[in-house]
């Protein structure tokens, strides 16, 4: 039986066979340990003497962004990460200054800790990060954890966590954005409410769902929730949609248009899937990436990953999934050219491809502990969901 979230951010399906051994995650941010992995040859090029400071960042209970952003508001640096981790972990990640000004000295707070180790000639991007290393304790969970053996056939959804976790509105923002339906991302931004999220803030978010309650209700909206702040701020002064959410920091409208685009994606994946169709060996004709994530064509021989279209306004169709693909995008009343936004190019977003399977390797496993390493951008609560199979993700700690 599949969860009604999965449902929501487009899953229908499971990969593996495996019967789920149950249980919980991220009891305690102990419980989940997440370390980045660079490339070789990016390591071999830190070195000791000038350039563009690296660091090593160690947390727990505190996000990527706010952690950076503490950062610079006590010590005045601006550092850029290649990934984000969120707070319910103790996470290691490496940071690189954006110039070549002096350093700071190693600095540690209650939530997080900051190393230098070296310097590199240009600053580090994402591009240097091949993957990330997990070690998951699973609580409460039953016995059979050394019996799943099909990590190596786990399809490569997009996780809980792109579209909102709690609250799964990212891609539903983004839809309407495309759609330039404004007047509707407002409201889903103001007033969605979701089964998962706390009594207080649906209690907040139903007030704000009648324009007339803006301003009544704008100084007791929470602190935290600083993008309804900066929207209903626009709202009240303005009263114009389109103003309101370009008023929303680039980076999150960037985000919600990702996130329908990884909507869009989950549900091919699964209608493909579900349709008989191979997604663990690439065939004749197919897209894949090869070993160093170069697109090309498949090569009989080489070793390669098959990739899936992840539709934009420059949406490859010769494939051999364009008949689900499309048949989606009828449903959801969208098309490719939908992605280039004429009211808001900056949004705009041409797509591309996406591996098909998870790429998991050093995969071990005993009592209630599993470890694994996944390449970048694959989730690791993907494979927890087939492992695990919860019905009800969110209490299961996702």
Same mark, same amino acid.
């Given at each position: 039986?599949?969860?009604?979230?999965?449902?929501?951010?487009?899953?229908?399906?499971?990969?593996?066979?495996?019967?789920?051994?149950?249980?919980?995650?991220?009891?305690?941010?102990?419980?989940?340990?997440?370390?980045?992995?660079?490339?070789?040859?990016?390591? #071999?090029?830190? #070195?000791?003497?000038?350039?563009?400071?690296?660091?090593?960042?160690?947390?727990?209970?505190?996000?990527?962004?706010?952690?950076?952003?503490?950062?610079?508001?006590?010590?005045?640096?601006?550092?850029?990460?290649?990934?984000?981790?969120?707070?319910?972990?103790?996470?290691?990640?490496?940071? $690189?200054?954006?110039?070549?000004?002096?350093?700071?000295?190693?600095?540690?707070?209650?939530?997080?800790?900051?190393?230098?180790?070296?310097?590199?000639?240009?600053?580090?991007?994402?591009?240097?990060?091949?993957?990330?290393?997990?070690?998951?304790?699973?609580?409460? $969970?039953?016995?059979?954890? &050394?019996?799943?053996?099909?990590?190596?056939?786990?399809?490569?959804?997009?996780?809980?966590?792109?579209?909102?976790?709690?609250?799964?509105?990212?891609?539903?923002?983004?839809?309407?954005?495309?759609?330039?339906?404004?007047?509707?991302?407002?409201?889903?931004?103001?007033?969605?409410?979701?089964?998962?999220? &706390?009594?207080?803030?649906?209690?907040?978010?139903?007030?704000?769902?009648?324009?007339? #309650?803006?301003?009544?209700?704008?100084?007791?909206?929470?602190?935290?929730?600083?993008?309804?702040?900066?929207?209903?701020?626009?709202?009240?002064?303005?009263?114009?949609?389109?103003?309101?959410?370009?008023?929303?920091?680039?980076?999150?409208?960037?985000?919600?248009?990702?996130?329908?685009?990884?909507?869009?994606?989950?549900?091919?994946?699964?209608?493909?899937?579900?349709?008989?169709?191979?997604?663990?060996?690439?065939?004749?004709?197919?897209? $894949?990436?090869?070993?160093?994530?170069?697109?090309?064509?498949?090569?009989?021989?080489?070793?390669?990953?098959?990739?899936?279209?992840?539709?934009?306004?420059?949406?490859?169709?010769?494939?051999?999934?364009?008949?689900?693909?499309?048949?989606?995008?009828?449903?959801?009343?969208?098309?490719?050219?939908?992605?280039?936004?004429?009211?808001?190019?900056?949004?705009?977003?041409?797509?591309?491809?996406?591996?098909?399977?998870?790429?998991? &390797?050093?995969?071990?496993?005993?009592?209630?502990?599993?470890?694994?390493?996944?390449?970048?951008?694959?989730?690791?609560?993907?494979?927890?969901?087939?492992?695990?199979?919860?019905?009800?993700?969110?209490?299961?700690?996702?």
């Amino acid at each position: 039986m599949i969860p009604d979230l999965d449902s929501q951010i487009g899953i229908s399906v499971y990969s593996t066979k495996f019967d789920g051994i149950g249980g919980k995650i991220r009891i305690t941010p102990e419980d989940f340990e997440v370390s980045e992995k660079i490339s070789e040859k990016t390591l #071999n090029a830190i #070195n000791q003497e000038e350039g563009y400071a690296v660091y090593k960042l160690q947390k727990k209970r505190i996000d990527t962004n706010h952690a950076l952003s503490d950062i610079f508001r006590k010590k005045g640096i601006r550092l850029k990460s290649l990934g984000l981790k969120d707070a319910s972990a103790i996470t290691e990640q490496f940071v $690189c200054s954006g110039n070549k000004g002096k350093p700071i000295e190693d600095y540690t707070t209650e939530k997080y800790s900051l190393r230098k180790i070296g310097f590199v000639k240009k600053p580090l991007s994402k591009k240097d990060m091949i993957g990330n290393h997990f070690k998951i304790k699973i609580s409460e $969970c039953s016995d059979g954890l &050394s019996s799943f053996e099909e990590f190596d056939h786990v399809l490569n959804f997009y996780g809980y966590q792109r579209f909102g976790s709690k609250r799964p509105v990212t891609h539903l923002i983004g839809k309407s954005i495309l759609q330039r339906d404004f007047d509707k991302a407002v409201d889903l931004v103001l007033s969605f409410t979701s089964e998962y999220d &706390s009594k207080e803030n649906n209690e907040i978010r139903e007030k704000l769902a009648d324009k007339q #309650n803006y301003k009544q209700y704008f100084e007791k909206i929470p602190k935290q929730m600083d993008i309804e702040r900066i929207v209903i701020k626009e709202m009240i002064e303005h009263g114009d949609a389109f103003r309101a959410i370009r008023a929303i920091p680039l980076s999150l409208r960037r985000f919600y248009i990702q996130a329908y685009q990884s909507f869009l994606f989950n549900k091919s994946l699964s209608a493909v899937f579900s349709d008989g169709e191979n997604m663990f060996e690439a065939e004749s004709g197919d897209i $894949c990436f090869d070993l160093k994530g170069i697109i090309g064509k498949f090569v009989k021989g080489l070793d390669q990953k098959l990739a899936l279209p992840f539709v934009g306004y420059s949406y490859y169709k010769k494939t051999r999934f364009d008949y689900q693909i499309s048949q989606i995008m009828q449903q959801e009343e969208v098309t490719p050219k939908d992605f280039f936004i004429k009211e808001m190019q900056e949004v705009s977003s041409e797509g591309g491809f996406r591996q098909a399977a998870i790429d998991c &390797s050093n995969y071990s496993s005993h009592d209630d502990v599993v470890e694994f390493t996944l390449s970048r951008g694959s989730f690791a609560t993907i494979l927890l969901r087939e492992i695990m199979k919860p019905s009800e993700p969110i209490y299961a700690g996702f």
